[in-house]
């Protein structure tokens, strides 16, 4: 077996262990902060989940800047329970937070708290998908979530004749949503492919790798995977290999996460539309700034472009790190 697939697999048995054993820990509440201090401006940011390694280099992004301005972060992980997550936006409110970062579990479902937090005056910065009613927060800073989508199918498109497809979602999450709202409307200007099947996964690795083994139980014909994301694509990836079928079926993902680019470099994936975590973070923090200074924001709605990295446009450095 070739170092860069010993490194994935590797990569893959690590996150399932760290995963499970984590799993009852994930649901006390945990506060990430680096430093606490009564004295400084608080600011509270609760993501989706931190086992994706994608939303802990935003809140990395995100504490630097806060860092830097002396205050303090504090981070909440709801484990994927909207429950949890509102529970804990109302407790950060509580708890003096001056502003919050919000990445939802459940685009729809989060309004209570965004509700709660717009009563309070406390704004509410979205990140990386959106909410239902844009009115209750201040700023949305995502990816090109639809673009990301089209971009994968374009792909196929140009580079397949046809195929039989099968998806990996997450339909609570607005931008798995809009990913794969991309994708079916590339595909369905071609009959030459058709969608044989589709699951949800929650963008959880540990969730797409039965959901794959499911699917390829009841069409083992299927050739092409859209995942909503890279650990759900790292999740067929596993379910194939298992099934002897890996470098049969041409599999796409969304975020640029370094070890599905490494599967890309040694052509054991197809592609990924890659996102910007740094970047997110960073306008995020800065965008809170100038909410907190009274400036308010020049644009509402941020979208980042995302960048479809294949096996022809990949460059060590790109395999290297987070963008």
Not at 264 to 270: K, N, P
Not at 286 to 309: C, F, M, N, P, W
Request: charge should be negative; glycine fraction near 6%.
């Amino acid at each position: 077996m070739r170092k860069r697939e010993r490194i994935f697999w590797l990569f893959v048995a690590v996150m399932l262990i760290g995963i499970f054993a984590e799993g009852l820990v994930r649901l006390t509440e945990t506060d990430y902060s680096a430093r606490q201090n009564e004295h400084r401006r608080k600011l509270g940011a609760v993501y989706m989940t931190l086992n994706n390694p994608f939303y802990e280099i935003i809140d990395e992004e995100i504490r630097a800047v806060v860092e830097n301005h002396g205050d303090v972060l504090i981070s909440r992980d709801p484990a994927l329970s909207v429950d949890r997550q509102i529970a804990e936006v109302k407790e950060l409110i509580e708890g003096g937070a001056e502003l919050i970062f919000v990445n939802p579990v459940d685009w729809q479902e989060m309004e209570p708290a965004l509700q709660t937090a717009y009563e309070a005056g406390v704004p509410v910065i979205a990140i990386d998908t959106s909410v239902q009613d844009d009115r209750l927060v201040a700023c949305t800073v995502v990816s090109d979530n639809y673009q990301a989508g089209v971009q994968c199918a374009e792909h196929l498109v140009a580079n397949s004749s046809g195929g039989k497809i099968a998806l990996l979602k997450h339909t609570e999450a607005r931008s798995g949503v809009d990913r794969i709202q991309g994708f079916r409307d590339v595909i369905a200007k071609h009959p030459e492919f058709i969608i044989v099947d589709e699951m949800e996964c929650l963008g959880q690795l540990e969730i797409a790798m039965p959901a794959m083994k499911e699917m390829l139980e009841r069409h083992p014909d299927i050739d092409i995977v859209m995942a909503l994301n890279d650990p759900a694509a790292m999740g067929a990836l596993a379910a194939l290999q298992s099934a002897g079928r890996l470098d049969e079926v041409q599999v796409y993902g969304v975020d640029g996460v370094p070890e599905t680019k490494e599967m890309i470099a040694a052509g054991h994936m197809t592609a990924t539309a890659e996102q910007s975590p740094r970047r997110i973070g960073r306008i995020a923090a800065e965008q809170a700034y100038h909410i907190l200074a009274g400036d308010g924001v020049e644009e509402s709605h941020i979208k980042l472009r995302t960048r479809l990295l294949t096996r022809e446009n990949i460059s060590p450095g790109d395999i290297e790190r987070w963008d």
